[in-house]
Structure formats: structure tokens, C-alpha cells
């Protein structure tokens, strides 16, 4: 079914774009030029947003330096070679590079961690 093209003469959101036939209500800018629209799920965004920007930011807590203590996935003897393998991937995924060397490792230290294969040399 092909979508239809919206008429010369209907009027729009100019923030999500929808026609006026499918929200409840659209707003005309005060000017007529440029003349501007706003819906009414556009104007709920822009109260949320207002809303949230009212609210006091509280004091960050300080960063607990063992966030998983008792999960056995960071107990385990690999993990630090799984973790500085994810930090390596996102860093080359980052600059643009080839980051199948990267993804290659770490399946290789999981695969370790789970004695699907042996450990990699670098962590006996």
C-alpha cells in the first residue's frame, strides 16, 4: 500500500512532521512568517523536558570500586582479559577501524571462561 503525499494545503508538526488529520491538536506559531506548527504529543515532550530540567540534581554517590563483588563472572581469572578486550573493540569500533580481530579475541577469552577452549597464551 502506497503512502500517501501529503496536500499542499494540509497543515503539520514542524518538529515530528505528522499531519493535523492525526493528532489532536496542532498549534500555530504566533508570526506568520515563518509560520509554524507544534502538535500536543510534541508539547507533552517539551513540558517533560522542561519538567526534568526543574528537578535538582542530586550529589552523585562515589562509584563503588567493585560494582559486582559476588557476580562469578568478575571472580573469574579471565575477566580482566574479557574486559580489556571489550574496552580494545570499542576503542577501534570508535576510530573506524576493523574491529574483527577484536570481536575474535574476546570470543576466544568467553570461550575460555566457559572451558569451551583452552585459555589464551597471554593469560596462563
Not at 30 to 44: F, K, L, N
Request: with cysteine; proline share 12%; net charge negative.
Amino acid at each position: 500500500m502506497r503512502k500517501s503525499q501529503p496536500k499542499e494545503n494540509d497543515l503539520q508538526c514542524s518538529f515530528c512532521h505528522k499531519s493535523q488529520d492525526v493528532v489532536g491538536k496542532l498549534i500555530s506559531s504566533p508570526s506568520h512568517h515563518p509560520r509554524a506548527y507544534i502538535c500536543d504529543e510534541c508539547v507533552q515532550v517539551c513540558f517533560l523536558i522542561l519538567q526534568d530540567d526543574a528537578k535538582p540534581v542530586p550529589d552523585p554517590e562515589p562509584a563503588d570500586p567493585n560494582p559486582l563483588p559476588g557476580h562469578a563472572l568478575m571472580s573469574h581469572p579471565l575477566a580482566p582479559h574479557l574486559l580489556a578486550g571489550v574496552t580494545e573493540w570499542m576503542a577501534a569500533e570508535a576510530a573506524g577501524r576493523d574491529t574483527a580481530p577484536c570481536v575474535a579475541n574476546i570470543r576466544r577469552v568467553a570461550r575460555s571462561m566457559f572451558g569451551m577452549e583452552p585459555a589464551p597464551e597471554s593469560s596462563r
